[in-house]
């Protein structure tokens, strides 16, 4: 018979205790940065109906990266490539109980057929966190800022290992209306092409930008135009106020749109500034039509929301390219060696392991009547940092000792 293989599937990873260990170092700081400002968490399934992509998600997303079959129930289901079309179900499945405005956090597994690549895996873990259907929509844009920054500083980092990356779908809305004179497929074809500015040539991005316009390339900064200069303006505000909280690798960039068609106000992208990691580690931005897409909001009724997501694959790398990782520990407190194999001792081991436990500790035993050498080994192989002999001798006298290894 043919052996099979261990391979795992296409990039996806299997978490071995070490893998979890820092996976859930990762986790622990995401969670008390965003509880320390007052979200709570939520959850769901991982399987969504497609539809919920079709209108809004970005068309790279949908054409060729999303996980999606029909079950035997002739559904067309997907596997979510992201959490925020999720979000905006649940928001609008239940508006009128829920009290607004809303603080909300999610660690989901998302799943994207793209290539494999340094920081961008097919299946990932990714910290979503918004905030929903505020009055003053500037105070929580500035917050969600402040929020990325404190999250990396808790994992130790600088200023000068990231930069904040700040743009606006309502300001590039106003260059497509008033510089390029573009309807709305145009914007949107237009917009399509900037996304992708930094994965093509020169020369491709040159050919397909004749495509749509004899207009000039020009930055938006020097664009004459009273709305243009208008919401150029709102993002400068926002920068100062982070620069003057002490946010200063804060920086506006006309490059940022963001693959998503659901943004409508401030876009933003953090960047490792290790050149080794080129992907961006944080995207998101402000959403306001996203919600009233589903049937029980009333077309009146606009909820807005603000959030970003950071995935765990460019989070490990960023940590990892600077050593800020802490040692692995083993969960186990104290292995319990066990030198003999007469039943008594056994028995006595036993009577120390539920002791233990009792007090709190994590308790490992091995019976397997191993030299003492051996069980040193072990302990220390697997970053278990006590350890307790008990042999003949410890059972007669009925004692114990916990050696830190
Ligand atoms: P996104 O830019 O597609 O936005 O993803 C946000 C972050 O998730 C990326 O910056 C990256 O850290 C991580 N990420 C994305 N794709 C992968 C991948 N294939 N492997 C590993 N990590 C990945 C969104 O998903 C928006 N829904 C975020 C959002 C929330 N906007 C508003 N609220």
Redesign the pocket.
């Known amino acids: 018979m043919k052996k099979l293989k261990t391979e795992n599937y296409k990039g996806v990873r299997d978490f071995y205790p070490r893998d979890v260990f820092f996976q859930e170092c990762i986790f622990e700081t995401w969670k008390k940065t965003v509880k320390s400002f007052g979200f709570e968490e939520y959850n769901a399934s991982l399987l969504e109906n497609s539809e919920i992509y079709k209108a809004k998600t970005s068309e790279e997303i949908i054409n060729n990266q999303t996980y999606s079959f029909i079950d035997r129930g002739d559904r067309e289901v997907t596997l979510r ?4 079309p999720t ?1 905006a179900r649940m928001i609008a499945a239940k508006k009128r109980e829920l009290s607004f405005p809303l603080r909300l956090y999610s660690i989901p597994n ?1 799943f ?1 057929y ?1 290539r494999p690549q340094r ?4 299946e ?1 873990w ?1 910290l ?3 905030i929903l259907n505020v009055k003053n929509d500037k105070f929580y844009d500035i917050e969600i800022i402040k929020l990325i920054n404190k999250i990396l500083l808790n994992f130790k980092a600088t200023s000068s290992d990231f930069t904040i990356k700040i743009n606006s779908r309502t300001l590039l809305n106003s260059v497509y209306e008033n510089y390029y004179e573009f309807n709305e497929n145009e914007a949107l074809t237009f917009q399509r092409l900037l996304d992708k500015k930094d994965k093509i040539t020169q020369v491709e991005f040159s050919k397909e930008y004749e495509k749509i316009t004899d207009k000039e390339y020009k930055d938006i900064s020097d664009i004459d135009d009273k709305k243009v200069k208008k919401e150029l303006s709102y993002i400068n505000e926002i920068i100062e106020v982070c620069k003057n909280t002490g946010i200063t690798n804060i920086e506006f960039d006309q490059n940022i749109v ?3 068609d659901y ?1 409508t106000g401030i876009v933003f ?2 960047f490792d500034n290790d050149p080794e990691n080129n ?7 402000r ?1 306001s039509n996203l919600i009233d897409l589903f049937e029980s909001v009333k077309d009146d009724v606009n909820i807005s ?11 490990m790398n960023f940590l990892e390219s600077r050593n800020l990782l802490p040692e692995f520990v083993n969960t186990t407190d104290i292995l319990l060696g066990v030198i003999s194999d007469n039943q008594k001792v056994i028995d006595y081991a036993d009577m120390v392991a539920t002791e233990l436990r009792d007090q709190g500790k994590n308790v490992s035993i091995n019976y397997d009547n191993k030299k003492v050498g051996d069980i040193m080994k072990i302990t220390e192989k697997n970053g278990i940092k006590n350890v307790v002999i008990i042999g003949e001798k410890e059972c007669e006298e009925k004692v114990y000792e916990i050696k830190e290894i």
Do not use: K, S
């Open positions: 490539p992201e959490m925020t979000l998302c994207r793209e920081g961008r895996m097919r990932f990714q979503n966190v918004d963001r693959g998503f943004y992208e953090v992907r961006a580690l944080f995207g998101g931005g959403y929301g603000i959030g970003f997501g950071i995935g765990d694959v460019p989070m």
